[in-house]
């Protein structure tokens, strides 16, 4: 079956649009290929997509390489905000970009929503 991109963009985008701190959020395949995006005019689809899928790679490989078990997401804290990866079934990853005013328990709450509704449609 094929996947629904358009619809896949369209729940992205309202997330980045109506979650409060949210800046951009993307859907990549463990692979790196773009399933869907809603990011600032200056970042790079493909290239984010690319990086997405090796920081999970990596995430996985130290979560295994120091007993830590499944990584559930993958959480980068820069002085201008957050980058948060996240597990959206086996095909594929949420990144979810915030700013550095974004209250983390409300964003998760959120991702946690916005997850939900992503595997229906990639299902």
Do not use: H, Y
């Amino acid at each position: 079956m094929a996947i629904n991109t358009e619809k896949l963009g369209m729940i992205l985008q309202n997330f980045a649009t109506s979650t409060s701190g949210v800046q951009g959020a993307a859907l990549v395949t463990p692979d790196g290929l773009p399933l869907g995006a809603s990011l600032p005019g200056s970042m790079d689809e493909e290239r984010v997509s690319a990086m997405s899928a090796s920081m999970l790679s990596l995430g996985e490989r130290i979560g295994m390489e120091l007993a830590r078990g499944t990584v559930d997401r993958i959480f980068v804290e820069g002085n201008k905000g957050f980058g948060i990866l996240t597990g959206c079934g086996e095909d594929a990853v949420l990144l979810v970009l915030a700013s550095e005013t974004a209250k983390q328990g409300l964003l998760m709450l959120e991702i946690k929503r916005v997850i939900s509704e992503i595997k229906s449609v990639l299902l």
